[in-house]
């Protein structure tokens, strides 16, 4: 059976079995929210050569060599040498700038890193306010931006969603690694963008969208927007008009989530090249594969982002 070291602890495993739940199951304090291998929640470190590739495949080279490993995504196959992280001392301090309650569900936080984070916009990263709470949440900002800046959905039973709007401007948080798939190729300078959006799935969304602009993109951008039909309109109403005011080539659709079915049934492509991105809960990610294929787009040419929460 192989041995995980925790510091003093020495517990056996069986073999094969996920390191997640083992280190749980021995009452370790290991944080976790998608357990789907997308968010870095569940970050430990072991020293180089134990973790299983598929742990470390989504961290980035500079990750990988200082040992760090999703534990939802190891099974353990070999002895192990755990460090459990501690955002404390592993992520990086911030301070929370700016706080808008935009209404009872949806907040907007701005917090400034203690020294300059490099991202690309549309990835995310975890917020931490304390060794146990933390949760990924998507970039809202550019690098360009003195802040960084998310959108947070907030949820009636969710433990980050109480504490969160608990704090207030100048409270620290830690923050961990950007991370994630999402965001703008160069690649794609000639080719359309239809960017598809559920509730706060806007925040990278709308971010690659700038960068895109930032970046001289020439084809159209094509923004979509469906949000809850109890919201008062999209919360970003007026940045994206602006935005469409300032660039020919943006366009902003702002629906209610009541039309997503109606919306994607008149789903037509600028040109077969159009890349898609699609971003928001796991049902509207479910909800648009079928008509984005039927609409003529490949798998390759449509990159999704699900916001898998902890218990969804
Ligand atoms: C890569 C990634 C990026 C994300 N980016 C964002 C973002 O920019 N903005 C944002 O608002 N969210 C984002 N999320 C989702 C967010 O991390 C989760 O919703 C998170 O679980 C909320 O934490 P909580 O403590 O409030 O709720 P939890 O304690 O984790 O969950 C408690 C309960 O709240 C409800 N709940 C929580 N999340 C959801 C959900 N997404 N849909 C439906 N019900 C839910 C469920 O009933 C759940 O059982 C992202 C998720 C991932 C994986
Ligand atoms: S990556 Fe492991 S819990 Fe999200």
Redesign the pocket.
């Known amino acids: 059976m192989p041995e995980l070291r925790v510091g003093p602890l020495t517990l056996e495993a069986r073999s094969g079995a996920n390191l997640l739940d083992t280190l749980l199951a021995a009452g370790l304090p290991v944080a976790w ?2 357990r ?1 291998g ?2 870095q929640t569940c970050l430990v470190q072991a020293r180089p050569g134990q973790a299983s590739p598929a742990s470390t495949a989504p961290l980035t080279a500079h990750q990988q060599q200082a040992g760090w490993l999703l534990s939802c995504q190891c099974q353990v196959i070999q002895d192990m040498d755990i460090h459990l992280h501690d955002p404390a001392s592993d992520g990086m301090g911030a301070q929370l700038v700016y706080k808008e309650n935009i209404s009872p569900t949806l907040l907007i936080i701005r917090v400034k890193p203690d020294r300059p984070l490099r991202y690309l916009p549309g990835q ?1 990263m975890v917020l931490w306010l304390h060794a146990q ?1 933390g ?4 970039i ?1 900002s550019l690098p360009t931006d003195p802040y960084l800046e ?13 504490e969160i709007v608990k704090l207030v401007v100048g409270d620290r948080l830690a923050l961990g690694a950007p991370g ?1 798939h999402l965001s703008y190729d160069m690649e794609w300078q000639d080719r359309p963008l239809l960017l598809l959006a559920g ?3 806007l ?2 969304l709308q971010a690659i969208a700038r960068e895109a602009l930032r970046q001289g993109h020439d084809a159209p951008i094509d923004l979509w927007h469906w949000h809850s039909d109890a919201d008062d309109g999209c919360y970003m109403q007026a940045r994206l008009l602006q935005l469409a005011d300032e660039h020919a080539s943006f366009s902003a659709h702002l629906h209610k989530r009541s039309t997503l079915e109606s919306d994607l049934r008149q789903l037509r492509l600028a040109s077969r090249s159009t890349m898609a991105l699609v971003c928001g ?1 796991p049902g509207f990610i479910e909800q648009l594969r079928k008509p984005l294929f039927m609409a003529g787009l490949p798998a390759r040419q449509v990159l999704d ?8």
């Open positions: 929210s998608c789907a997308q968010c995310h709470l949760r990924p949440y998507s809202a998310f959108h947070l959905r907030l949820h009636s039973e969710g433990a980050f969603s109480a994630g509730g706060t799935g925040a990278p809960q982002e699900a916001f898998i929460s902890r218990k969804a």
